[in-house]
């Protein structure tokens, strides 16, 4: 099918061998997702100055273009041809790949996130442990930048960064297991399926307590306010990227948006349904056969962004509003609280799948 | 040779360098970061036999959560990699001994044998290696789900054994933290508990004073 797709549009198509077609097919696949994403978080950075400026009653940015709309790519231009200036006995190697292994990890987590029916670039089973996986990996970005930078503020930065993300991953990898007992599989895809039926059927109802301990787990593991103490401008300068510059340091950023938006992501999907819509079983099922409105009410990707949204406004939001917790308080908070709201939780949900609780259950 | 082949000498030897550098390196954080190489490379061998939730499973774990504290560890305590080089002559006999022992034991254990890749049961002798050119196993179908088998398979044929797995893991658990547990009275610090439970007459002194002239 894909083939003939092809075969229409480019003439030359078929005559390619069967492997260079699929590695063009998956190439293309990956540049539909990663292009909108890094327009995304380019406007991500401006809208967080924009929201956090009109929460503090200023105007932001809004020198370059209509009302700053090109901030973003004056930024990055800047940032790229600035000069990445090495410490003097940093390690170079891992300095350097430092930004790299916090990039990458952020971008492939994208590979299984299922943006409508069957439209991902991955359909694997174990897509939530993958993206636990991936996402576990970003933590050596952060310890390495701090460790190869040879500076005892970039060193406390990753000390702090390593055991608060270890400290929250568990939380959050916990949160995951009660999103697959009630959902009976790792396949996100199949997760948002298993919320299909209406308002009442995402995994927000019965999984509250994991919800709200996913999304402040997913701000503690992306360090942001108000959590960033890894980053802590107040204590320790900017943490683990003090040293960094230029293009490096726009690495660790685009990371950090990249990873904010996943976080986003995920939380719909998971806990909001996905590309569900919220008014299905609301109004009648012949509204979704009108030609336009229809498709806009019914299921599609649009809803999914319209819900991921909403918690990258939620990120700006806790920024403008919440002052930065105390470290020992954050620690407490991930061991103390959240692991056993989770496991308290999951003892909940096994119970309620013994006895079958409609509707989740049954 | 197929790009398949290609891609798992790739890795096969890539391991293999970074095990050996491991051992080698000078600086410790490197050899922390050779080891989570080492096990990126397994996982990917992993990924090729459709093995995707170990393979998953072992970049989560070790690469995910080991290895950070691992490395964590070894960057706090600043360990000096000469004095623990010394003595390295003294050890090479019993290290060698063992290498060998473990050798045989995976061949023994873990050989094509045991996998169907071959008619007749292969016994230990000089004909051990002769056979050679093992056809690929046949890959499973397009619906296999390797993490769906792998939870049939642990939660109802190996129940048993998973469960006192788990037991023997609690018990390292408990022992590990109560090894480490000791009450410090030296230190200054602060409990929560505590300082929620304050009231305002604990703290709160209202003193009346006269105006003076």
Known sequence: MIDQAMQSVLGWWQLLPGGWRLLLWNTGKILLVMIPLMLAVAYYTLAERKVIGFMQVRLGPNRVGYHGLLQPFADAIKLMFKEVILPTNADRFLFLSAPVLVLGPSLAAWVVIPFDEGLSIANIDAGLLYILAVSSVTVYGVILAGWASNSKYAFLGAMRSAAQMVAYEIAMGFALVGVLMISGSLNLGHIVHSQNGGILHWHLLPLLPLFFVYMISGIAETNRAPFDVVEGESEIVAGFHVEYSGITFAMFFLAEYANMILISALIAIMFLGGWLSPLQGIVPDSVFAIPVIGLLLGHGIHWLIFKTAFFMFNYLWFRATFPRYRYDQIMRLGWKVFLPITIVWLVIEGLAAYFKLPPWFN | ?213
């Open chain 2, 1 to 213: 040779m197929s790009f398949v082949q290609v891609i798992f000498y790739l890795f096969a030897v890539m391991m293999l360098v970074a095990a050996l550098r491991v051992i080698t390196v000078r600086n410790p954080v490197h050899a922390a970061l050779f080891l989570v190489l080492t096990f990126i490379c397994t996982s990917v061998l992993w990924l090729m036999l459709e093995a995707e939730f170990l393979a998953i499973v072992l970049v989560l774990v070790y690469v995910g959560a080991v290895m950070v504290l691992f490395l964590f560890v070894v960057m706090l305590l600043n360990i000096n990699i000469e004095s623990l080089r010394e003595g390295f002559v003294q050890y090479v006999p019993v290290g060698i001994l063992i290498a060998l022992a473990l050798f045989v034991q995976m061949i023994i254990i873990v050989g094509p044998n045991h996998f169907g890749l071959q008619d007749s049961v292969l016994t230990i002798g000089p004909n051990y290696f002769a056979q050679k050119n093992f056809a690929y196993p046949a890959p499973a179908a397009a619906e296999y789900s390797n993490t769906e088998m792998l939870g049939r398979a642990i939660f109802t044929d190996y129940l048993y054994p998973f469960e006192i797995a788990a037991v023997i893991l609690l018990v390292a658990i408990i022992a590990a933290i109560s090894l480490a547990l000791r009450k410090r009275t030296d230190t200054k610090r602060q409990n929560p508990a505590q300082q929620i439970q304050v009231r305002k007459q604990d703290r709160l002194r209202i003193v009346k004073m006269e105006a003076e002239e």
